[in-house]
């Protein structure tokens, strides 16, 4: 993967001896300054690339302790050099982070469980503070069919109400 020469990308590896990796694969400038989210003046010299950073400076973690690597959209990690700024909200690898936390012991069932998993820890969060600052008295009949199937997916998942508080 070192001469992987494309936008970068992150990878997962894993073999037979029970290696595991997660490391970010590609071409990517250093950057004399800024960290590419803007453009810069091209006349400068400051803002210059540098050249290109090289595979070995490029962020990767290998057998982390936790037994695992997951990606769901996320960096691998915080810092520089900012690989993208385009990522997964943290809820996704923090459910997933979860989920595998639960066992060390994984086998082919919980990993399809995983795959098909419907939990949303985002939803779990936000559906009661709008469902408690929801008024059906100002709603036309289809709105709140809208918010009564809302509340009762709620309390199918067992989120528990909201109170106001502003």
């Known amino acids: 993967m ?3 020469v494309a936008p970068s990308a992150n990878v997962t590896y ?17 950057r004399g300054r800024g960290a590419g989210l803007v453009p810069l003046p091209g006349d400068d010299p ?8 090289t595979s070995h400076n490029l962020p990767a973690q290998h057998n982390p302790a936790a037994g695992y690597v ?15 700024a385009d990522n ?3 809820y996704r690898i923090a459910r997933l982070h979860s989920a595998l936390a639960q066992t060390s012991d ?9 795959q098909t998993d419907i939990v949303n820890l985002q939803a779990q969060r ?15 009949a289809l709105e709140a069919s809208s918010a009564s199937l809302l509340a009762d997916w709620a309390r199918v998942r067992r989120i528990p109400p909201a109170h106001r508080s502003l």
């Open 14 to 30: 894993a073999d037979i001896t029970g290696r595991i990796s997660q490391r970010t694969i590609g071409t990517l400038p250093s």
């Open 46 to 53: 400051d803002s210059a690339w540098r050249g290109i950073i």
């Open 88 to 90: 997964a909200p943290g």
């Open 126 to 140: 936000l559906v009661p503070i709008m469902l408690a600052y929801l008024d059906t008295n100002e709603m036309s």
């Open 70 to 84: 997951a990606a769901a959209n996320r960096p691998i990690h915080d810092g520089e050099p900012l690989v993208s």
């Open 2 to 4: 070192d001469n992987f």
């Open 106 to 114: 994984h086998d082919l069932a919980s990993m399809q469980a995983l």
